[in-house]
């Protein structure tokens, strides 16, 4: 791991509150209101966040649900990784990988799990060529 990037794992509301300006990124009309209520809502599903900093900044975030599913197990599912545009191509996304890849197998995880667009083609080839195989379709339908 680079000693450059220092990562820290988010779990408190202040601490997961603290990413908001880094989704924003990804999210550019959620509201803070918004956001602190669905991480109230989320917090309690096992859900945290991987933040990486460079000289004190927030360059990187990534949500973590840890579950349990009948036909893997229990797993770890990445959730909105996102890089700051500036340090982007820079190996944050493989650092933070191996990071979750290594704490998901200390904590007894079975399986690693994450979504992309069907048109985020940048994202599909990161991922594959991270050791992820596309194994079936995550349908949707808004009501």
């Known amino acids: 791991m680079s000693t450059e990037f220092v990562f820290k794992e988010l779990e408190s509301l202040d601490e997961l509150l603290s990413s ?6 990804m ?16 917090m309690p599903n096992n859900y945290s966040q991987l933040a990486v900093y460079k000289n004190s900044k927030m360059v ?18 990445l959730d909105n990784v996102i890089v700051q545009p ?4 820079a190996g944050i996304g493989k650092l933070v990988t191996g990071y979750l890849n290594k704490k998901a197998k200390e904590i007894g995880c079975k399986l690693m ?31």
């Open 20 to 25: 908001y300006t880094c989704i924003l990124e």
């Open 27 to 42: 999210y550019p009309s959620l509201s803070k209101t918004d956001y602190r209520e669905m991480i109230l809502e989320m």
């Open 60 to 77: 990187a975030v990534c949500g973590i649900w840890i579950n349990t599913k009948l036909w893997c197990g229990k797993y770890m599912e």
């Open 86 to 89: 500036d340090y982007r191509s």
């Open 113 to 143: 799990a994450l979504d992309a667009y069907t048109d985020n083609k940048r994202a599909h080839k990161f991922y594959m060529n991270d050791g992820y195989d596309i194994t079936g379709f995550h349908f949707t339908k808004k009501l």
